[in-house]
Nanobody
Framework: VQLQASGGGLVQAGDSLRLSCAAS????????MAWFRQAPGKDREFVAG????????YYGDAVKGRFAISKDTAKNTMYLQMDSLKPEDTAVYYC???????????????????WGQGTQVTVSS
């Protein structure tokens, strides 16, 4: 399994960014793909997740209403549209994949089996 995240950068508060995660080597029909983030000195935090089959979406409380997760099945790519960015969104963002997850476990970091190298998002005030 390979996961390649991209799209991070340095932006100002209130700006937008779109992250991408290109995936390969998966049995996509069983996959839930998600974005987690980790700020310095903090635990990795669930941001958003999407089921590859069916497209159910899940969001962390900190990003509801500002971030939107989506996928392009033709390109095997997941996206995270991040609007109204805040300094507290600063972190390394990781795309991760879990297999055959039930709804109650989508936000649980320990359920994810694969992850990529991460992309840095820095939001200045």
């Amino acid at each position: 399994v390979q996961l390649q995240a991209s799209g991070g950068g340095l932006v100002q508060a209130g700006d937008s960014l779109r992250l991408s995660c290109a995936a390969s080597g998966l049995t996509f029909r069983d996959a839930t793909m998600a974005w987690f983030r980790q700020a310095p000195g903090k635990d990795r935090e669930f941001v958003a997740g999407i089921r590859w089959s069916g497209g159910n979406r899940y969001y962390g409380d900190a990003v509801k209403g500002r971030f939107a997760i989506s996928k392009d099945t033709a390109k095997n790519t997941m996206y995270l549209q991040m609007d109204s960015l805040k300094p507290e969104d600063t972190a390394v963002y990781y795309c991760e994949v879990g297999m055959r997850l039930i709804a109650s476990t989508v936000r649980s970091r320990d359920r994810y089996r694969y992850w990529g190298q991460g992309t840095q998002v820095t939001v200045s005030s």
